[in-house]
């Protein structure tokens, strides 16, 4: 990764602030770094990454006068704020890369935004700039799009229609207004996709043939680039308390950076878990239940029944975790990062999806890669004692985990010099070279 030798032209990142989705950008802006390229982040208000800008030596960070403040999001739900947003920074985007433009010279080689954040497009198209999409989620999901259109699935086997990102998602028209604006390429030239040739082989091909440029799957970000930077400090004490478990034997259990559970739910959890007999390591986010601080407001009893048998973070060193020998199984909300750094260590997973894509991811993982099973229905302790003990005891978790370990090692392969995201990864670096 150190390497950078020849002085490139300039690439200007657009992220989403999400860490889902601000981390693997940030891992291909250091990729592209290491080959020379200079690179700017442009940010809204919140979630900035230029808070650990200190893990980006060289990169330079630049904040847009006119986005949304996070507040806004509470109040227009996530797709609403989206759309917002791409109406509220496209002019102040267009000012910056004019102002850029005139101090710098023109040596911009190319802009790369997230799909989401596709009012970038607009300024590409005016300075006659050349620009790359990027997407942090599966090509299943692209697949997805005419179907939710279209309310019809019978072309996109193995997708059911209750597998579609559109239920929790607010009104149906937005989420409609949305995948228009994301699956037009405008004059984009190329999209860089987090995820990798083996997984998703027929989706990739569909997705080439309906947009018409190239596709680059240089995934999983994590294993083609460096370690992500946490925006948000890790609880590296339990790494300690796995070393102490049996190999294979713990229940890791997080929902990611976003998802919420409900008091009740989670106290179902609890009795579930505890009634497994199988250790647990649990990340509960302060602000991810409903209605309360955060673990500490929880019975006395659940505490008491959690410290038997378990062991709770803030936040959990997720790579480190998924790759400790102790670690049997993941109970994920299946966001797409998540899902990727789970098979590239062999991890089978339950999935318990809460919105969005996630809910083709656990598709795939039940369905085409057979690592998994969702748990559908509502949370009750019964199901979940009899769901860890399927995935870490059982002949069938077994299966899931062989299956999860063949996996783990095409992922391995892909990356290695030869392999296809490395290639791809090859590929786009000498495309931006000509820009
Ligand atoms: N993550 C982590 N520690 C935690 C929880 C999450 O490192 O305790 C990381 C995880 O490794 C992943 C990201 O946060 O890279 C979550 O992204 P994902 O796409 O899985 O879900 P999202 O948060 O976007 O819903």
Known sequence: MEKREAKRGRIVLV???????????????????SEGFSITVVEGHFNQVSSSSQSFPGFHFVTLKESLPESELERLGGIEFMIMLNKTSEASFKDYIAQLLLQQGNDISCIIYDE?????????????????????QC????????????????NLYPLRYKDLPISGMGPLEHVFELCREVANKRTASAVIIN??????????????????????????????????????????????WLNKQKPRSVIYISVGTVAQMETKEVLEMAWG?????????????????????????LPDEVH????????????????????????GGFWSHCGWNSVLESIAEGV??????????????AMCIERVW??????????????????????IVDEEGAGMQERALVLKEKLKASVKSGGTSYNALDEIVEYLKTK
Not at 18 to 27: E, F, N, R, S, Y
Not at 143 to 153: A, D, R, T
């Open 370 to 391: 057979r690592i998994g099973f969702q748990m559908e229905g509502k949370v009750d302790r019964g199901e979940v004692e009899r769901a860890v003990k399927k995935l």
């Open 139 to 154: 090509a299943t999901n692209y697949v997805s799009h005419p179907g939710m259109q279209e309310k019809v699935v019978e």
């Open 348 to 361: 089978p997973m339950i999935c318990r999806p809460f919105h969005g894509e996630q809910k083709l991811n």
């Open 195 to 240: 995820t990798v040739s083996c997984l998703e082989s027929s989706s990739l091909s569909w997705m080439k043939q309906k947009l018409g440029i190239p596709i680059y799957p240089i995934g999983p970000l994590h294993m083609t680039a460096s370690p992500p930077a946490s925006i948000i400090e890790e609880d590296m004490s339990c790494i300690e």
């Open 15 to 33: 992220p989403i602030p999400a860490q889902g989705h601000v981390t693997p950008m940030m891992q291909l802006g250091k990729a592209l770094y």
């Open 116 to 136: 989401y954040m596709y009012f970038s497009g607009a300024a590409a198209k005016e300075f006659n700039l050349p620009s790359v999409i990027f997407s942090t």
């Open 304 to 327: 008491k029944m959690v410290s038997e048998r378990g062991y709770i973070v803030k936040r959990a060193p997720q790579l480190e975790v998924l790759g400790h020998p102790a670690v």
């Open 273 to 297: 878990l505890c009634n497994s007999n199988q250790p647990f390591l649990w990340v509960i986010r302060p602000g991810s239940i409903l209605g309360t601080n955060g673990i500490e407001s």
